[in-house]
């Protein structure tokens, strides 16, 4: 089946900008996302991208999507604290019109 | 609005006993799914339900049933749990349509411990 591979986590100081990296195997990929999971709490969308873009900015996110490498990054500016949490890339894929996620990376910001 | 309910919140089975979940959305949504979530592994497809009156199978099947009760609800049963089914279970529910940005709504979790 399909796959979507990320790391485990990431530590970053307050005020630095944190890049989470996504790749995926999916090649009827049609739109992929970012949710942000909070401690005890159920996931909500970040941002999402559809696969024939290659950047969106949103505030303080830029997504970038490299097809070619089946490639997914998450920027995050300014990283605060209220940051910390899991976050996860997923793929929608065309052929199953289901979400393959990624098994999510944990941001710690540290001040 | 209150979005995606579930219920309960938390549980502890001893190993054999049945439950069942629940899972509630008040968006008019057609689909919604159930998955659970293990650490390292993200989340997992169970079962879903891309309109009332149907259900399919997801990644991760075995030792679950669902029931697609009406349109708002949608709930997860286990008829004999066992420690391997201990995990974060979360109902979500989007409106479609099919290959179109899909905003998939989620439920607060259950957090189920068997014994």
């Known amino acids: 089946g399909e796959d979507v591979e990320q790391s485990l986590f990431l530590s970053v100081r307050e005020g630095d900008s944190s890049v989470i990296n996504c790749t995926y195997t999916d090649s009827s990929s049609t739109y992929l996302y970012w949710y942000k999971q909070e401690p005890g709490a159920g996931l909500q969308l970040l941002t999402y991208?559809?696969?024939?873009?290659d950047m969106k900015q949103d505030q303080r996110l830029t997504v970038l999507l490299n097809k070619k490498d089946k490639h997914l990054s998450l920027r995050i500016a300014d990283t605060q604290t209220g940051d910390s949490a899991i976050y996860f890339c997923a793929d929608l894929s065309y052929n199953t019109d289901k979400l393959i996620f990624g098994t999510g990376t944990r941001l710690q910001v540290f001040p | 609005n209150a979005g995606v309910t579930q219920t309960p919140k938390f549980q502890v089975l001893k190993t054999g006993q049945s439950m069942t979940l629940q899972c509630a959305q008040d968006?008019?949504?057609?689909?919604m799914y159930w998955y659970r979530q293990d650490p390292g592994m993200g989340l997992r497809l169970i079962y879903y339900?891309?309109?009332?009156?149907?259900?399919d199978k997801g990644e991760v099947p075995n030792g679950y049933n669902v029931s697609r009760l009406n349109k708002r609800e949608f709930s997860l049963r286990l008829e004999s749990a066992a420690p391997s089914q201990t995990s974060v279970y979360f109902c979500?529910?989007?409106?479609?349509?099919?290959?179109?940005?899909?905003?998939?709504?989620f439920g607060p979790g259950t957090r189920l411990t068997v014994l």
């Open positions: 968006m008019n949504h057609n689909s």
């Open positions: 979500a529910s989007t409106s479609g349509p099919w290959g179109s940005y899909n905003e998939q709504f």
């Open positions: 339900s891309a309109s009332e009156g149907t259900t």
């Open positions: 991208i559809f696969s024939n873009m």
